[in-house]
């Protein structure tokens, strides 16, 4: 069983940057593919990035491509989600997902979550 406990949201203004940790509990994190996802009110949860067991490799929504970078320190049991030019649009529900999968992933693909972290966006 693998924990995660997200940290760094917030409350930002239209073009503003966050960042956001995940820090999981087990030493096996090196060996899956991390990945953050967003729910908005109303909306599906949905793919924002992932990244590689060994960082190799990372994946993007379109929506947030050249604008959001994900990133690992395995030896930190941690991930992240740099978010710049950050868009009322962004506003959701942040949660950290592992899997064994790699690429642009589905909810149903991710096998632990996070409880999720806020961004709220003003314009």
């Known amino acids: 069983q693998v924990q995660l406990v997200e940290s760094g949201g917030g409350l930002v203004q239209a073009g503003g940057s966050l960042r956001l940790s995940c820090a999981a509990s087990?030493?096996?994190?090196?060996?899956?593919?991390m990945a953050w996802f967003r729910q908005a009110p109303g909306k599906e949860r949905e793919f924002v990035a992932a990244i590689s067991w060994g960082a190799f490799r990372t994946y993007y929504s379109e929506s947030v491509k050249g604008r959001f970078t994900i990133s690992r320190d395995n030896a930190k049991n941690t991930v992240y989600l740099q978010g710049n030019s950050l868009k009322p649009e962004d506003t959701a529900v942040y949660y950290c997902?592992?899997?064994?999968?790699?690429?642009?992933?589905?909810?149903?693909?991710?096998?632990?979550w996070g409880q999720g972290t806020q961004i709220t966006v003003s314009s």
């Open positions: 087990e030493r096996t994190f090196s060996s899956y593919t």
């Open positions: 997902a592992a899997a064994q999968k790699s690429g642009i992933l589905t909810a149903s693909q991710a096998t632990y």
